[in-house]
């Protein structure tokens, strides 16, 4: 069982940054895939960002690739998502997630889900 809480989000202009973070819960973190995905309002989920468990691949969505970062702390058992020259098109409820599959964009190969955190991204 792992459990997820995300942080970070927030209102930031266009242009600026933010760092969600993903603290995780459990003994087994180390050995699961994370991901970010989003969701704006009256759209569906969508894949930003996935790491493996070991950090060596990390895999992005296009619209975000050169801007946003992932990376993971497995003392820690947190997961990071570094978010720069932010436009108002990421606005969004920002979630993380574990997986045991290497199918890294699909939500549905996803076991565990945080709650998500608003970015808000002004022009």
């Known amino acids: 069982q792992v459990q997820l809480v995300e942080s970070g989000g927030g209102l930031v202009q266009a242009g600026g940054s933010l760092r969600l973070s993903c603290a995780a819960s459990?003994?087994?973190?180390?050995?699961?895939?994370m991901g970010w995905f989003r969701q704006a309002p009256g759209k569906e989920r969508e894949f930003v960002a996935a790491?493996?468990?070991?950090?060596?691949?990390?895999y992005y969505a296009d619209s975000v690739k050169g801007r946003f970062t992932i990376s993971r702390d497995n003392a820690k058992k947190t997961v990071y998502l570094q978010m720069n020259s932010l436009k108002p098109e990421d606005t969004a409820v920002y979630y993380c997630?574990?997986?045991?599959?290497?199918?890294?964009?699909?939500?549905?190969?996803?076991?565990?889900w945080g709650q998500g955190t608003q970015v808000t991204v002004s022009s």
């Open positions: 790491i493996s468990w070991s950090a060596s691949i990390t």
């Open positions: 459990g003994r087994t973190f180390s050995s699961y895939a």
């Open positions: 997630a574990a997986s045991s599959n290497s199918d890294y964009a699909d939500p549905g190969k996803y076991r565990y």
